[in-house]
């Protein structure tokens, strides 16, 4: 399977909800056809450099996946109808690439796993 990032840009006029379904509709497509979503990251509403399907704001999602290549074919023409999203783009990550986030992903939990044996610092009381 191959690694892909997918930057999705979907009508900023909709409500938090409709966004969260619209996001998690497209994490099940991955998903049932046999892939695996490694990171979803979702970045906001943003002001569009140039209006797109007459829209000057849109919400920003970044998603890495590691898919089998008839997944993308399948997303694509799920876009194309999908009414909330108004702009998409679909990269396969070079080996140099896939390398480069593997190595993100482990530093990041190696962070998050040293921030959670921290011990906490406990309240003073006063005398």
Do not use: H
């Amino acid at each position: 399977m191959n690694i892909y990032e997918n930057i999705v840009i979907l009508n900023a006029s909709l409500s938090d909800e409709e966004i969260t379904t619209a996001i998690n509709r497209i994490k099940d497509l991955i998903v049932n056809a046999g892939g695996e979503v490694l990171k979803a990251d979702l970045w906001g509403r943003r002001k569009l450099t140039y209006e797109i399907k007459k829209q000057t704001k849109g919400f920003y999602v970044l998603f890495m996946y590691k898919t089998p290549a008839a997944t993308i074919k399948k997303l694509e023409e799920l876009y194309k109808v999908f009414d909330p999203v108004i702009k998409f783009m679909v990269i396969k990550l070079g080996p140099k690439q896939v390398k480069q986030f593997e190595a993100a992903q482990a530093a990041e939990a190696a962070a998050e796993q040293a921030k959670a044996e921290q011990p906490q610092p406990q309240p003073q009381s006063e005398a």
